[in-house]
């Protein structure tokens, strides 16, 4: 039977059982009681402990590199800075020398300068579907607050390069779905025939 305050009592029960719930002390006690106890949301202490982000969370893009730094996958065909929505990519190069011929670096152009400005960047992931060679992906650090205005926040070639291993780490299935792509598209080996006899 419903009497003045019910309501009121209703949702102070609410709220103190998901109180408990928040406590592993608490949900032993629900579950002691046979009622159900699911894990409670708590507020992460930052940034002591940081929040374990899903593979799909995304922020600013990076360079990724096979190896050494000079083995970037970009080879400085500009397509993700003309694509890029509000144009906050700014490509130099590809690197050439003093005859003006594109310079190469195993086996591929390069280039000289790339350098994104993530306080425009609104991380659509957009460059990374345009690029053919697999050679821009999102990454998760978002730890990046500056105190200046500009200039900190205009990330260089030097400060976008990554290594294959640490997309490998943050986005395990994504990287290696990119592996497998890279691979069945490199040349395979030609067989080697004995020479013919006389
Ligand atoms: S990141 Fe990709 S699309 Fe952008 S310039 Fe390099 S190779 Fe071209
Ligand atoms: S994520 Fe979007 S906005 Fe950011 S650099 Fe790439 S294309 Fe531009």
Redesign the pocket.
């Known amino acids: 039977m419903a009497f003045i305050g019910a309501g009121v009592l209703r949702g102070m029960g609410v709220t103190f059982r998901t109180f408990l719930e928040t406590y592993p002390w608490g949900r032993v006690l629900l579950r002691g009681l046979r009622q159900p106890a699911v894990e409670g949301l708590v507020t992460i202490e930052y940034p002591d402990v940081k929040q374990k982000h899903a593979e799909r969370f995304r922020y ?2 990076f360079l990724v590199y096979d190896g050494t730094p000079d083995n970037l996958r970009c080879v400085s065909c500009k397509i ?1 800075e003309q ?4 144009q ?2 700014y490509i130099t190069g590809p690197a050439k020398d003093e005859q003006g011929r594109p310079q190469k670096a195993n086996g591929r152009t390069f280039p000289v300068e790339f350098k ?1 400005d993530v306080s425009i ?8 579907d345009v690029c053919p060679f697999d050679a821009i992906e ?1 990454d998760n650090q978002y730890e990046l607050s500056s105190s200046e205005r500009f200039g900190s926040l205009i990330l260089n070639k030097q400060e976008l390069l990554k290594p294959n291993e640490y997309f490998q780490r943050i986005k395990p299935t994504e990287a290696s779905e990119v592996d497998a792509r890279l691979a069945a598209k490199r040349p395979k080996p030609q067989p080697v025939f004995p020479p013919k006899a006389p």
């Open positions: 600013f893009p993700c694509e890029c929505p509000p906050c990519i994104i960047c609104m991380s659509c992931r957009i460059c990374v999102m």
